[in-house]
């Protein structure tokens, strides 16, 4: 995939601005969108352009999604990847395997407080591990820097796939009945 934040003329950054985001992809939208264009081969070239630009301002909305591309950015686009590169904070995946069974336990039960109490514990996490990532990205790029952005976005990765798996408010009191 081509530069992301080339394509919607941003700068490589991890931290972004949502508004000025969505503003620049409504423009660039606006200015190569195929109905704009009675040539057949320019409605073509315009839905390419469209595509590609669709699916930057998706890679720019998701926060794992970003912080990846910049990190490849940042390698010059070379696959560095390591064995390492797998690797996970200490201690998460015992912290999840507990938060787990006692999600688990609630739900059956039907303690909805309980419930609620492990997915912001998910939440906070999440919040840790994006602030982590958005201060690693602020110091100079380097190998070291990008094992420790790397370690924290496998970190995140979990947790969002543990916050995908949470039952909803609604799900969690009709498994209880």
């Not at 890679?59 to 990190?71: F, G, N, S």
Request: some cysteine; charged content about 30%; hydrophobic content about 40%.
């Amino acid at each position: 995939m081509q530069d992301p934040f080339a394509l919607l003329g941003i700068e490589p950054m991890f931290n972004l601005d949502r508004q000025d985001l969505e503003a620049r992809f409504l423009a660039a939208s606006a200015r190569c969108h195929p109905d704009r264009f009675t040539d057949p081969l320019d409605q073509a070239d315009a839905a390419e352009r469209m595509s590609q630009l669709t699916q930057a301002h998706r890679v720019l909305r998701d926060d794992e999604r970003r912080a990846r591309a910049l990190l490849a950015l940042r390698q010059d686009g070379a696959d560095r990847s390591t064995d390492e590169d797998q690797a996970l904070p200490p201690d998460l995946l015992m912290e999840m395997m507990e938060v787990r069974e006692a999600m688990d336990d609630a739900v059956s039960l039907g303690d909805q407080p309980a419930v609620e109490k492990h997915r912001a514990w998910a939440q906070e996490k999440r919040t840790g591990y994006l602030a982590a990532i958005g201060k690693l990205f602020d110091q100079e790029p380097g190998d070291a820097n990008a094992a420790a952005i790397q370690l924290q976005l496998n970190g995140l990765r979990y947790i969002e796939r543990m916050l995908e798996q949470m039952p909803a408010v609604d799900d969690a009191s009709a498994d209880s009945k």
